[in-house]
């Protein structure tokens, strides 16, 4: 069975930083697309940053480049949504998901990834 679980999440002052886990349970995160999406108050749920099996390189949407990333341990199963300089607009609920691919995909269809967590909260104070 598939688990997936996000942590990290919380609040912190505008301009810092944090970093959200996604721990898998059940497959290989090397073979599969991770997804990271959140949803902001009053928003659909929109992707953030994605990555490809073991491909060392991330993709992050245009608005969030250079201040959001993703990385992966494989040893720990585990990846991770690096976000520096937050601002209050990042506030929201932040979710990890596995898609039915090797390969992500940032603005495909949402329904592609089968596997979803529950969300971290993550709140920025200004």
């Known amino acids: 069975q598939v688990q997936v679980v996000e942590s990290g999440g919380g609040l912190v002052q505008s301009g810092g930083s944090l970093r959200l886990s996604c721990a898998i349970s059940?497959?290989?995160?090397?073979?599969?697309?991770i997804g990271w999406f959140r949803q902001l108050p009053g928003k659909e749920r929109g992707p953030v940053s994605c990555?490809?099996?073991?491909?060392?390189?991330?993709y992050t949407v245009d608005a969030l480049k250079g201040r959001f990333s993703v990385s992966m341990d494989a040893v720990k199963n585990t990846v991770y949504l690096q976000m520096i300089d937050l601002k209050p607009e990042d506030t929201g609920v932040y979710y990890c998901?596995?898609?039915?691919?090797?390969?992500?995909?940032?603005?495909?269809?949402?329904?592609?990834?089968?596997?979803w967590g529950s969300g971290t909260h993550v709140t920025v104070s200004s």
């Open positions: 998901a596995i898609r039915n691919s090797y390969y992500c995909s940032l603005w495909g269809p949402q329904s592609d990834y089968i596997h």
């Open positions: 059940g497959l290989d995160v090397s073979n599969v697309g």
């Open positions: 990555k490809s099996g073991d491909e060392p390189t991330s």
